[in-house]
């Protein structure tokens, strides 16, 4: 199911297409949709999702009676899945904002009463009340997927997408970024975040997921963020960034923390963990 953003214009239909249309081939993130009129598609290369931006022939509304007859609509409307999270409708939305600033757009969907000016906060709150809505309606739908706290994913996503910009600071001294991953107990929809440690590197640690798993020729075993914090903190650095509560290690504490490692008897793992799409996870 797709949820869609609709643009209007306040009595006129006009607006400057080839502007438009210029504002998404200028940008990188967004590629000419095979179709027989203009689209386009944003894609996200961190975060792994897309959404289309489509200057339509015909409107696709089906019904805007109700609206306020002054606002009109031009047939230009994003769209996107409706169980993407939270956090990615937010950059979208960041998308409309800049479009409706520079083209003088209003917006509408229908979990809105009218047409209105741009409000991020009231946008992506009718988006959350769609997503909850459809959450409701089709449950067999929501079980074929695993859920994050919403929270924790919107971290998690602000470290995915300050990667590239770690890579580039620390990188240059050989320290591993590593992808956060998830995993669940079978049978479960809560899934668990983890990090895989090669012990012959050093690394970055996102200190707000639940696990670490190491993954060496000697040890394969996942370890408690706590426990392993409990004994191992004094020797991680924070790193300054948007992303709160990052941490690395050098290459001359990686011989501390194979030692702790190796001397330490932390508490086996009792269940037994699956790892799960990125894509299979929701906020809901």
């Known amino acids: 199911m797709l949820f869609r953003y609709y643009f209007f ?24 949709n095979s179709t027989s009129y203009y689209s ?8 792994d999702f897309t959404a289309k931006f489509h200057l339509a022939p015909k409107a696709m509304l089906k019904s805007s009676e109700k609206l306020n007859p002054k606002y009109l609509d031009t047939n230009v409307y994003v769209e996107f899945d409706n169980l993407t999270p939270s956090y990615n409708v937010s950059l979208i939305l960041d998308i409309c904002e800049e ?29 959350n009340i769609s997503k909850a809505v459809y959450k409701d309606k089709y449950p067999e739908h929501i079980a074929e997927y695993y859920k994050c706290d919403s929270k924790l994913l919107d971290r998690v996503y602000d470290y995915l997408s300050q990667k590239t910009l770690l890579l580039d600071l620390l990188g240059i001294n050989g320290i591993e970024v590593p992808n956060i991953k998830y995993y669940c107990v079978v049978g479960k929809r809560k899934v668990y975040t983890s990090i895989d440690v090669n012990l012959s590197e050093p690394f970055v640690l996102p ?34 960034s948007n992303v709160a509560n990052l ?21 086996p793992l009792i269940l037994e963990l699956k790892e799960v799409e990125f894509k299979k996870v929701l906020d809901i």
Do not use: G
């Not at 214009?9 to 993130?29: A, C, G, H, M, V």
């Not at 386009?40 to 975060?47: A, G, M, R």
């Not at 639940?210 to 790193?239: C, G, N, Q, W």
């Open 9 to 32: 214009k306040e009595n006129t239909r006009e607006y400057r297409q080839l502007d438009l249309i210029k504002f998404f081939t200028s940008n990188p993130y967004f590629t000419k």
């Open 40 to 47: 386009f598609v944003y894609y996200n290369v961190d975060l």
């Open 99 to 127: 479009i409706c600033r520079d083209f003088n757009f209003k917006i509408y969907n229908e979990f809105l009463k009218d047409v209105i000016p741009f409000k991020k906060n009231v946008l992506l709150n009718a988006f």
């Open 207 to 240: 200190a707000f997921i639940d696990m670490i798993r190491i993954v060496d020729d000697k040890y394969r075993t996942f370890i408690s963020l706590d426990e392993f914090l409990d004994k191992a903190r004094k020797y991680f650095h924070p790193i300054e």
């Open 247 to 267: 941490y690395y290690v050098t290459q001359k504490d990686m011989k501390k923390i194979i030692k702790i490692i190796s001397k330490t008897h932390f508490s």
